[in-house]
């Protein structure tokens, strides 16, 4: 039925959830203690699908004045902090992306993200979602974040795949896949994942018609 595809491997936020503006005004949040803060415009354009410590690195050299990484380090617990608290309130993965993962059932999943486990594995659970991945790949798990193939290849490792569609929305995830040697899908929005990866698999996995229309 999808002998073609062996693996999806699932980016989490931006792909699977829509958590980079909830991510970007708990960093607004943080930083106003230190009188900085970040348009959602360059947040968006710049610092999404890297590491929190090398967005505050980005941050501080372009901030005015500029800051060093050992200034800004001090207000991550507090933007984890809030992250955790609002996160975990639920609503961030839609209802047509769970129906999905439903759906995909008879082909193994991943997620694959730069975030730490005590972030992502929370939210996965609120929204009674993790049961639907047979792996999952945190930030804290491996030696090298993305653009690295690290984090893709090791969940190709975990599943017991030697390819996998990857849904991406950064260009660091986007290259991580490809250096993986996986077909990358990349993603505008969180929202259009269910009708990106339907128009994808479509004739080759038997949905029912209501999910492909």
């Not at 038997?206 to 229309?213: G, H, K, N, R, T």
Request: hydrophobic share 40%; proline share 6%; with cysteine.
């Amino acid at each position: 039925m999808h002998s073609q595809i062996e693996a999806i491997l699932f980016d989490f936020d931006g792909v699977l959830a829509d958590t980079e503006p909830l991510h970007w005004s708990c960093w607004n949040e943080a930083l106003q203690t230190l009188g900085v803060s970040i348009t959602w415009e360059a947040y968006s354009a710049h610092c999404i699908g890297i590491s929190d410590k090398a967005f505050l690195e980005a941050l501080g050299r372009v901030s005015t004045p500029p800051r060093s990484l050992d200034e800004l380090w001090p207000t991550y617990p507090l933007k984890k902090k809030l992250f955790a608290e609002r996160a975990t309130r639920g609503g961030l993965i839609s209802a047509e992306t769970k129906a999905l993962l439903e759906e995909l059932h008879s082909i193994p999943l991943a997620v694959v993200t730069s975030s730490a486990t005590s972030e992502i594995r929370a939210i996965l659970e609120t929204e009674k979602v993790l049961d639907c991945f047979q792996a999952t790949v945190y930030g804290d798990e491996v030696t090298n974040l993305k653009p690295h193939p690290e984090p893709y290849l090791t969940a190709m490792q975990r599943l017991g795949v030697s390819s996998a569609i990857v849904l991406e929305d950064s260009g660091p995830g986007i290259a991580s896949g490809r250096a993986a040697g996986c077909e990358v899908l990349e993603v505008k929005h969180a929202s259009d994942v269910p009708a990106l990866l339907r128009a994808r698999l479509n004739g080759q996995l038997s949905l029912p018609a209501s999910l492909l229309e």
